[in-house]
């Protein structure tokens, strides 16, 4: 078992003809991913990377039982995207695409929600397994099969310290890449108990980022719910103030949001907070150590 | 993002069916004279800058007229302050108007809970942040069945309206709501939102447009932020500008990567000076972009951190030795990359080969491009 993907997942790419669905399409085939079609409208029947094509996701996921959808639609179309695979009764949807409109998420959330589908991203790496399925972006050569788990807001980061547990010799469970944006399907707190129940994580490791409440909300839950280790690291401890939501965003987050607040929070609730990325994979080490005993 | 001025702020308002003063917008001493001398602008009047800063109040950008020439001179004294950085280029003149007590409204995103808040308090006229927690309401909105009657007469209530009062509220918090969904709205505020007399009018706007939803709304596409040439063609290229006050120019793909350098940086004593941020990719051609883009930054030193993971680092070496060659020598400066990734070894051989600080590890690499900035050139 792994978390939201395993060897049954049967992937369909929308928007599979673009220059981004045609690469990755390869990419996760290279991963041992089963991917079974592609949608594009207009462009049924033809083949991409040898996956057939078709004109709409019902059709798709009647003719291949596809069950997750890795989306790479231009922002402009993702939300219809989105909902069409929702309606074609697709229960994992990983949107890729970036720059979507938060008020487009505000009914594509809800939406997937009511109907049972969980959405990852918008603007996100998505999610690897190694030795099973991966579903996104993110490069096949940081992955090696091990117990460690990764949650992420970052993307390239993510990269960089997945292949910072390969080269400290472990390996991972199921890494997901959460996405950056205001609104997202997922957060760490919707995606910490997929990880306590995977018998196959014995570690976590958390990569946040300021700005928002997601990384003090995930120390929370992991107070009363979360058993295993936790490594930490939080980027932007540097960054200049940014007030990207204004006044009356800092009214809801008050004092929260902060880098100083995000690790105080981690570390009250135990987890080993790194304070630079290079930092991660020893952390890792003593972690998984822990976690044995 | 997208900020309206508080005047652009107010025509969405007024189009909305928002109450506002009555108003108009200066660019020159003669214009301001004229509004008030013609009647446009009713006397007494007020004058004030439009900027997008707050604390225009403390810091007299706003003033009052009882006389068209007094209009003049107040304008005369506002146009061409720098208020926090930014230059006044435009007044907005309107109407003083008999207020009574001055309130607070917002609609914003409220990420934790993925839903809109409506933000309401008793206590206008001030910084938000200032107002103590027990006297600011907070009601999420759900934008299913959207604003409700009840969640309306919440406000009323906390801002202790009459019944006129709430009536003419009630319309103001609808519109609001309109605004924030159909216009892509980050942010709707209006503080202070003024009682005058059995009424509710907005003294002052503050409208954030999303800038991901700019393609729904070209009527935006002429209203920016004020932004230099480099940030301009940064903005083209869809690659991420910060400037920052340092030397060291940084070039790294994805946010998370990009402030990660900088805490590096910043704790080995470097001081980071213009940013770019290249977005998830690795595109070779892309890194050799920024590349030349920061070259017309003229940074002391350039530290460059990319993660290839589609890409073989070889082949955003070669690229990058490539723009290096269109650089003329006496624009070169010191460059340090650290890249990771499909290839690693080849690609830093590649930039070796052409006189590049190439290492792999991030700490090191740091250290190398805090030296190089030190070296006198």
């Given at each position: 078992m792994s978390v939201l993907v395993d060897r049954d997942t049967r992937v369909l790419v929308q928007g599979i003809t673009g220059h981004q669905g045609t690469v990755h399409t390869r990419q996760m085939q290279q991963f041992g991913?089963?991917?079974v079609a592609g949608v594009t409208p207009g462009k049924g029947g033809s083949l991409v990377e040898g996956v057939p094509v078709f004109d709409s996701v019902r059709e798709a996921v009647a003719k291949t039982g596809a069950n997750t959808s890795c989306i790479f639609v231009p922002a402009p179309g993702a939300k219809d995207a989105l909902l069409e695979a929702v309606d074609a009764g697709v229960k994992l949807c990983v949107v890729v695409?970036?720059?979507?409109?938060f008020h487009d998420m505000l009914v594509m959330y809800p939406y997937a929600r009511s109907k049972g589908t969980r959405i990852i991203g918008p603007n996100c790496p998505g999610i690897g397994a190694p030795g099973k399925a991966k579903v996104g972006?993110?490069?096949?050569?940081?992955f090696q099969p091990g117990r460690v788990g990764v949650i992420s807001r970052s993307g390239t980061l993510t990269y960089e310290i997945v292949n910072g547990i390969k080269e400290v010799g472990l390996g991972q469970s199921t890494c997901i890449g959460?996405?950056?944006?205001?609104?997202?399907?997922?957060t760490f707190t919707d995606a910490l108990p997929l990880f306590e129940s995977?018998?196959?994580?014995?570690a976590l490791v958390l990569v946040g980022e300021i700005g928002g409440t997601a990384e003090e909300d995930a120390a929370e839950y992991i107070r009363h719910n979360f058993t295993k280790p936790v490594v930490a690291y939080i980027a932007g401890r540097a960054a200049p103030p940014g007030k990207r939501m204004g006044h009356a965003g800092a009214i809801i987050t008050r004092g929260k949001g902060t880098a100083e607040s995000k690790v105080a929070a981690l570390e009250a609730v135990g987890a080993r907070v790194?304070?630079?990325?290079?930092?991660i994979p020893q952390l890792v080490v003593d972690a998984v150590r822990s976690a044995r005993r | 993002m997208v900020k309206l001025a508080e005047w652009q702020g107010k025509k969405v308002f007024r189009s909305y069916g928002i109450p506002i003063p009555r108003g108009e917008v200066a660019r020159s001493p003669a214009e301001a004279q004229e509004l008030a001398r013609s009647g446009k602008v009713p006397l007494p009047c007020v004058v004030k800058a439009?900027?997008?800063?707050?604390g225009r109040g403390k810091g007299g950008a706003v003033r009052f007229a009882n006389t068209p020439e007094e209009a003049r001179d107040a304008t005369a004294a506002i146009l061409g302050l720098d208020f926090k950085g930014e230059r006044v280029r435009e007044v907005l003149l309107e109407e003083k108007l008999p207020i009574g007590r001055e309130l607070y409204v917002s609609l914003t995103l409220d990420r934790s809970q993925r839903l809109p808040v409506l933000i309401s308090s008793a206590?206008?006229?001030?910084?938000?942040?200032?107002?103590?927690?027990?006297?600011i309401d907070q009601q999420s909105v759900d934008?299913?069945?959207?604003?409700t009657g009840y969640e309306k007469r919440q406000v009323s209530k906390v801002l202790g309206l009459s019944p006129p009062q709430a009536r003419s509220i009630g319309g103001v918090l609808e519109s609001i709501w309109k605004i924030f969904e159909q216009e892509d709205a980050e942010l709707v505020e209006i503080n202070p939102l003024a009682i005058v007399g059995d009424g509710v009018v907005a003294l002052d706007s503050k409208v954030i447009i999303e800038d991901d939803a700019a393609f729904r709304h070209?009527?935006?596409?002429?209203?920016?932020?004020d932004r230099t040439e480099l940030e301009e063609i940064a903005r083209e290229k869809e690659i991420a500008f910060v400037q920052l006050d340092g030397n060291i120019g940084v070039i790294a793909n994805g946010a998370g990567l990009t402030m990660a350098t900088l805490d590096v940086l910043k704790e080995l004593g470097g001081a980071p000076g213009v940013f770019l941020d290249l977005g998830g990719t690795d595109d070779p051609r892309k890194v050799s972009e920024a590349f030349l883009l920061m070259a017309r930054a003229k940074p002391a030193a350039v530290f460059l951190n990319i993660f290839g993971g589609i890409t073989r680092c070889d082949t955003v070496a070669k690229g990058l030795v490539e723009a290096m060659g269109q650089v003329p020598p006496s624009e070169r400066f010191p460059l340090v990359a650290r890249i990771r990734g499909n290839n690693e070894a080849e690609g830093i051989q590649i930039l070796r080969a052409a006189g590049v600080t190439a290492i792999s590890d991030l700490r090191e690499a740091a250290q190398a491009a805090v030296e190089a900035e030190r070296r006198p050139a």
């Open positions: 991913t089963a991917v695409t970036e720059h979507v409109p972006i993110i490069p096949n050569v940081v959460l996405g950056g944006d205001p609104v997202v399907g997922t995977d018998p196959e994580t014995d790194a304070r630079f990325p290079y930092e | 439009q900027v997008l800063s707050g206590q206008g006229g001030v910084e938000i942040e200032s107002v103590p927690d027990g006297s934008p299913f069945p959207g604003l070209p009527e935006y596409a002429e209203i920016r932020d």
